[in-house]
Structures are given as structure tokens and as C-alpha cells.
């Protein structure tokens, strides 16, 4: 059974299979199970077949997309492979460009700031998120359509399980976790959700930060007005002490 990957010396290699029509990434013979596991989050399906000898594994696209969105799960995956430090070859036939671009912009909004910009902050180990960067529990911001919602590398289970809560999408590319809004909603509801979750956060105790174009609408008042319906009025002695 042929395998590209192993045939051009790459660690991933991309294509459609011209006997099936599907689009396959293939890794070489005996690939590391983080780099299959990698493809596994990217959006692509295991395929395995045993034989008397090897037992061979790849990837394919799931085969319930259109042939637009096949084309757009391969080329998105590029940038995150390389990342990752994997060497990609992504044929023309299956490449989109557009997908390249915002997967690549994606990719950039959460790399590690340049060192040397932050010599009087304390050393961290591991990848810096935005939301490190701007030093907040939870960085709200907007990017190529799209609402993200970055915490601080290796941030709680339970604040993720808030974010989860709150109706965001979780996702995440090795040990890179974030959310976002889940992609089918419009851009009024993005907007929505992403202002009502300040409150809700802060609330918790977390610190956040978010775009000055995504805050203080409708849904913040609105969230803001439900926390003070539920909330227990303070003591006597305290609301004495209450200034403005």
C-alpha cells in the first residue's frame, strides 16, 4: 500500500486520491501518535487497516463535506501542522487560498509575543496565549469574522467549563485550548453572547478584556440586570458603608 508521505520525505502530505476522489493526509510509516491525534483535532478522520503485516494508518476528510468545505478543512490544517513543526505538502488541486489565510491569521493571534518585548515580566514555560500577553483571565476579541475568546495557557477545567457553559465552542490544537462563537451565528448574535459573558465572567472572579467594538450593548445590561435580580441583598452594616 503506497504512502506519499513516506514516498516525498514529508511528515504530512495532503491530496485528493484519484481512485476514491477523497482527500487524503497521509504521514509516514510508524507516525507519532501526537501527530495523528494533531489531524484527529484538525477536523480529519482516522482510517486504519490491518494486515497480516503493518497495520496502516491515515486521514481523510469527512466524507459528509462538500467539496468546498473538504478543500477548506485541508488547507486550514496547513498552518496549525506547521506550527506544530510538522513539514506539509498540500497539492493545487486541493488548496484554497482564502483558507490559508485566515487559518494562517488564526495561527498568528495566538503566538507567543516577541521576548524581548516582555524582559520585565516573569519567565513562563510553554507557549504565551493573548489573554497572557495582556495579563486577564479571558481576552475577548474579534478576527476575520469571527468572535474569539483566549484564556492564559493551561487556564482551569472550570474556567473552560464556563466558557463551555456559556454557549462558546472549545477548541484545541495540542496543548493551544480556546474558544470561540460557534460559527453558525450571525454577527448580532456574536456580539450578543460575547457581551453578555463579561459580566458573567467577572462575576466568577475572573479578569477580562474585551474589544471596545464588542462591549457594553444591550446584552451586557441586559446580564448585568438578571445578576442583580438573583443577588442577596447585603447587610445592613455593609450597604451603610456603600459609596459611589
Known sequence: MGNRADDEGTDVTIYRKALTDTIHADTPTGAPEQLLTLLDRLGFERQTLATAGPVYVWHEAPGNLDEAAKKQLATQAVPWLHKAGYMVHITDDVWDAAAYTAAATAVRDRRAPDPSAHRSRPVRLGSMTL?????????????????????????????????????????????????????????IAMKSMADRAVPLLAHAGYRVDIDASLFGGTAYRAALAEQAAHRPPPPPAAHARRTR
Open 131 to 187: 489573554a497572557d500577553e495582556r495579563d486577564v483571565d479571558v481576552t475577548v476579541y474579534h478576527s476575520d469574522g469571527t468572535i474569539y475568546v483566549d484564556t492564559r495557557a493551561a487556564a482551569p477545567e472550570h474556567l473552560l467549563t464556563l466558557l463551555d457553559g456559556l454557549g462558546l465552542d472549545r477548541h484545541q490544537v495540542e496543548d493551544d485550548v480556546w474558544h470561540q462563537i460557534p460559527d453558525e451565528t450571525d454577527e
